[in-house]
């Protein structure tokens, strides 16, 4: 961190701040300039808040120049991170395809989709047991029954499962049947759950916040880690923006900003991002091609009788010609499928 | 001087800074053991490492000891650097005795 103090400030302001820096453990470098004075501040600045020291008399700005974010972050640890879901290894050579319908509806519709998709060559079934919907009076999921079903379905086609955690109280019963928890966007700053779910010893898939930053995300997966449950995998899923077009707008560029900043692997979810069963195919494989460690992908088996999100969910041919094509693409980023 | 001697002489030159730099390494060694010291006693007796009394002294004692072509700021700068590790050792010194 560096403080720039105000030009021809008092030496008891400049004294003030250095002593509390140093009362605090940290080294600091003093420069006193021709009318302005500059502290450079050394050691474990990722516990203090830059903005606590400007408000400091005579401070003038302090600037963090590391990141805040620690445990997820490349500085702490170099080589990527591969997490394993019930033998998937996610972050590894290959592109992990998650796919399967937004919410899990009956035994027959999950089934028959995860067929579907397990024969295209997915590898995670997904599927909502607990829905968090805009409206209240929309469907709401099967609860438990529907996790059972999401196991039996994942036992049946060799696939390992993932379904989102709602709450806290949720936690326990999901062990019992799911592969991977998700946190879902609107979830990504619940701290309360988040650090529940540090306590775990399971993969977490973990959504940006519909207005997160990148910076407030990995600091959300700090909150995970933190905790002891380094298996968390990054979950792109389109932005708040002004335009209207598309229902978020989907940020291609995290993923390569992630790459750089985080040894955590990054996937991307096309279908949540569009709201466009039309716009799902070019993103998905936009996604592959910009270094994205995998994809979550809603498929339904009869989009049109969908109970949720049926206008984004892909048709399993539609999901089928999808996988043909990353197929090709893979290759060329140096991954395979 | 020509060129040739103009050569002998930058590497003469360059030689002699590098002796003068031994010098100066080992007497800010010198005075880090001080340093180190003083900060043992600081742990021993619970005082604080900053003081800013005692650098601003320190920081003066300099500038009157200055003889130049350095000029007083310049002198300041480079104390003002001496004093931040002088302060990191005696911190690490004291944190040392008082864990004993």
């Known amino acids: 961190m560096v403080i720039v ?50 408000l400091f008399e005579g401070v003038q700005e302090a600037v963090r120049v590391s990141e805040p974010y620690k445990l997820s972050s490349r500085t702490w ?27 899990i509806e009956s035994e027959h519709q999950l089934f028959e989709t995860a067929k579907r998709v397990a024969r295209s060559g997915a590898r995670v079934l997904r ?9 209240p009076y929309a469907f709401q999921g099967m609860g438990v029954e529907g996790l059972k079903l999401l196991r039996a379905a994942g036992d049946e086609f060799n696939m390992a499962v993932v379904s989102e955690v709602m709450e806290i109280s949720q936690i326990e019963k999901m062990l019992e049947y799911v592969d991977i928890l998700q946190v879902g966007a609107r979830n990504m700053q619940n701290f309360n759950l988040l650090t529940a779910l540090g306590q775990v010893r399971r993969p977490i898939l973990l959504k940006r916040g519909m207005s997160a930053t990148i910076q407030e995300w990995l600091l959300a997966s700090e909150y995970i880690m933190s905790g002891g449950n380094y298996d968390i995998i990054l979950c792109e899923r389109g932005i708040r923006t002004f335009e209207t077009a598309t229902r978020n707008t989907f940020d291609i560029s995290a993923i390569p900003v992630i790459d750089k900043l985080s040894h955590l692997p ?53 999901f089928a010609r999808l996988m043909d094509e990353l197929r090709i693409i893979v290759p060329a980023v140096g991954r395979a499928l | 001087m020509n060129r040739l001697d103009a050569e002998g002489e930058l590497t003469r030159l360059r030689d002699a800074i590098d002796r003068v730099d031994e010098v100066i390494v080992k007497l800010l060694n010198q005075r880090a053991k001080y340093a180190i010291e003083i900060g043992e006693i600081k ?34 700068r480079l104390f003002e650097r001496i004093i931040d590790e002088s302060r990191r050792v ?4 004291a944190s040392a005795k008082e864990s004993v």
Do not use: W
């Open chain 1, 5 to 54: 103090m105000e030009k021809h400030t008092a030496e008891a302001n400049v004294e003030h701040v250095m002593s509390e820096l140093i009362a605090r453990g940290f080294d600091v470098h003093r420069s006193t300039g021709s009318d302005q004075t500059i502290l450079g501040v050394v050691g474990d600045i990722t516990t203090i808040d830059p903005r606590e020291f400007e």
């Open chain 1, 77 to 103: 640890r170099r080589e990527k991170t591969i997490v394993n879901a019930r033998g998937v290894e996610i972050g590894g050579d290959k592109v992990v395809v998650m796919a399967g319908p937004c919410t």
């Open chain 1, 127 to 135: 599927g909502g047991a607990y829905k968090p919907r805009s409206s």
């Open chain 1, 266 to 318: 990054i996937v991307g979810d096309p279908s949540h991002a569009t709201g466009r069963r039309d716009k799902v195919m070019p993103l998905a494989r936009a996604i592959v091609a910009a270094g994205g460690d995998g994809l979550l992908i809603e498929v339904h088996h009869d989009p049109e009788k969908a109970l949720c999100d049926g206008p984004q969910s892909l048709y399993p041919d539609q």
């Open chain 2, 43 to 76: 742990g021993v007796l619970d005082l604080p490492i900053y003081v800013p009394e005692r650098e601003k002294q320190v920081l003066l004692h300099a500038e009157a000891s200055n003889t130049g072509p350095l000029d007083e700021s310049a002198v300041r």
């Open chain 2, 90 to 93: 005696e911190r690490l010194s």
